[in-house]
């Protein structure tokens, strides 16, 4: 293990994860749909935004910590539900809940994880985690799937609208991304590359999605776990199911993938806690604006009514002290995480998060701010933003 402190950037985990991760699964986590326009956007617009710089300031007594949904938090910040983490690295899933859980945030885990909810349980003393559900045409398979989260100490659900169809990502069609891997030529000239993910992938019974198989109706392999998978996601959700989901799973609820102020109002008028400004990544509708620029006026609109968070394109704490100076309570790092993971398992995910925590800490303090709820857009350079 090298030496991490001489790790200081997200950009510098994701550097060594490209290098580490096959090919088809880092596409899967690095890319967005069509142009991948939204994807970049994501990420760009948050270098448009300028803060100001104050002096003469005491910065003594500063604190990142927080609340989202009544969790104190060391940090505005969640890990973010990512489908097939574990195929970054081996049971990436336990290896995230297990940095959050020492770091003070929460971790959620997808629907389409390799790691099920069940692992996550066993293998973090079942401490809290939050959990992101897909809504399936298999109804009673969604009833199953919601009683087990509560069997396994998910202290919120995280509830996805924004994927009812799948968005035209171009790589992983290219890539044939499956999970895990088929041992086509190309696969296995890129895996003879990827020794470290190799032999940890043979240390592991985890490589298909553990939420899914042997959970669901008719899924006996993973051909049919494909095709099930493929069939399953609901073109007809509706915001009837956002309160038939509500009622069922009767705790904290979570709407991720707002990135519209009428689709706010009705997030708000639903009944669930927070809200998630967020476009999937750029990985669904490609010229989509921004999340960071859809957070404002978002935030503006229903911020009273609703907690809201923002998700996409964070890199930095700087990032993240932007986010909430434009009105997002909390927010969600996925790529950020992913990086992490692929480039150094569980400690990969920590190192991220210390950086993503001092970067805050001390952008925080150079813009005259001690306590992350003192901050609000008069941080920010009037003109850009």
Known sequence: MPDLSKITTIEDLRVIAQRRVPRMFYDYADSGS??????????????????????????????????????????????????????????GEIL?????????????????SICSLEDIAENTDRHPFWFQLYVMRDREFIERLIERAKAANVSALQLTLDLQILGQRHKDIKNGLTAPPKMTLANMIDLATKPQWCLGMLGTKRRTFGNIAGHA???????????????QFDPTLSWADVEWIKKLWGGKLILKGIMDVEDARLAAASGADALIVSNHGG??????????????????????????????????????????ALGARGTLIGRSFLYGLGAFGQAGVERALQIIQRELDLSMAFCGRTQIDQVESSILLPGTF
């Not at 910065?59 to 910590?65: K, L, P, W």
């Not at 809940?97 to 945030?105: D, Q, V």
């Not at 899924?219 to 776990?225: P, T």
């Not at 404002?296 to 704490?317: C, L, T």
């Open 96 to 112: 995230g809940a297990r940095a959050a859980k020492a770091f003070g945030i929460p971790f959620t885990l997808s629907t389409m």
């Open 34 to 91: 069509w142009t991948e326009g939204t994807y970049r956007a994501n990420e760009s617009d948050f270098q448009k935004i300028k803060f100001r710089q104050r002096v003469a300031v005491n910065m003594e007594g500063r604190s990142t910590r927080s609340t989202m949904v009544g969790q104190e938090v060391s940090m505005p910040v969640a890990i973010a539900p990512t489908g097939l983490t574990g195929m970054q690295h081996a049971d």
């Open 217 to 231: 109706r008719g899924v006996k392999d993973l051909s049919s776990l494909s095709s099930w998978t493929a069939e």
């Open 283 to 324: 990985r669904q509708l490609d010229g989509a604006p921004s999340s960071i620029e859809a957070l404002p006026a978002i935030a503006e609109a229903v911020g009273n009514e609703i907690e809201v968070w923002m998700d996409g394109g964070i890199r930095s704490g700087q990032d993240v002290l932007k986010a909430r």
